[in-house]
């Protein structure tokens, strides 16, 4: 009889411990302090300081600021879809500024451009048919890669038979005011059409920011020091 006691007791107990548990539990629980969500506020008005241009003087050479235009219309035509194609068959600047080639459709087009940058003078032989010719020449001798050597081959009789698939154009880049100047060539390098003019200015400052990283040497860009440019260096293009 005091086993049945005892054990009722102890059981008893136990429910009691654990209604008391519960309610402490209940109890914590209302005293914990709610989070309210705090609500997010929008990012403050952006202040982006002004496009003060690439100078000159940024430049260690005039060729080196011809090479960042090539550079520049690469990039710009690379976002649009452009694939980039060597047009210089040696180490120096001669050949063709830039060969570009796209994909339309089942077909593609190819695009022949001549960059120049801020005031450097532009003749029309430089994009002469014949000239851009005997470059593509150079180009499918010189190279060692078939596909490339057939792409150059294929340029190149495109532009002896005027084809409308193959086209030219001067790009000029103002680099002071972040603008870039296309125009349409014909075959014999003259104006074929409207200048249509596109701002480049956040392609010049992606471009100067990666040659700073680039360049640390400062062989090429002097990275906004006061170091001027080799007046006694020919521009290129």
């Not at 969500?37 to 430049?59: I, K, M, Q, T």
Request: charged share 15%.
């Amino acid at each position: 009889m005091g086993v049945i006691w005892l054990a009722g007791l102890s059981a008893g107990l136990a429910v009691a411990g654990g209604m008391l548990a519960h309610w402490a539990w209940r109890v914590l629980l209302g005293m914990k302090p709610k989070i309210i969500p705090r609500p997010v506020s929008p990012p403050p008005a952006l202040g982006l300081p002004a496009f003060s241009g690439v100078r000159a003087h940024d430049f260690v050479t005039s060729n080196d600021q011809g090479a960042f235009g090539e550079a520049l219309t690469a990039l710009m035509m690379a976002s649009q879809g452009w694939t980039v194609l060597n047009g210089k068959p040696g180490a120096g600047p001669q050949g063709i500024d830039g060969i570009f080639v796209r994909p339309e459709g089942s077909l593609w087009r190819a695009c022949l451009i001549e960059t120049k940058t801020n005031q450097s003078q532009y003749a029309t032989r430089q994009m002469e048919r014949s000239k851009l010719m005997g470059s593509l020449d150079s180009l499918y001798v010189t190279n060692s890669d078939p596909a490339l050597a057939a792409l150059y081959e294929a340029i190149h009789d495109g532009l002896r038979d005027n084809a409308p698939w193959v086209s030219l154009a001067l790009w000029r880049h103002q680099l002071g005011s972040g603008l870039t100047q296309i125009t349409p060539l014909d075959g014999s390098g003259a104006a074929a059409g409207p200048v249509r003019t596109v701002k480049s200015d956040l392609m010049m400052q992606g471009l100067a920011a990666g040659l700073s990283e680039l360049d640390r040497k400062r062989v090429y860009w002097t990275g906004g020091s006061s170091r001027p440019s080799d007046p006694s260096s020919p521009e290129q293009s």
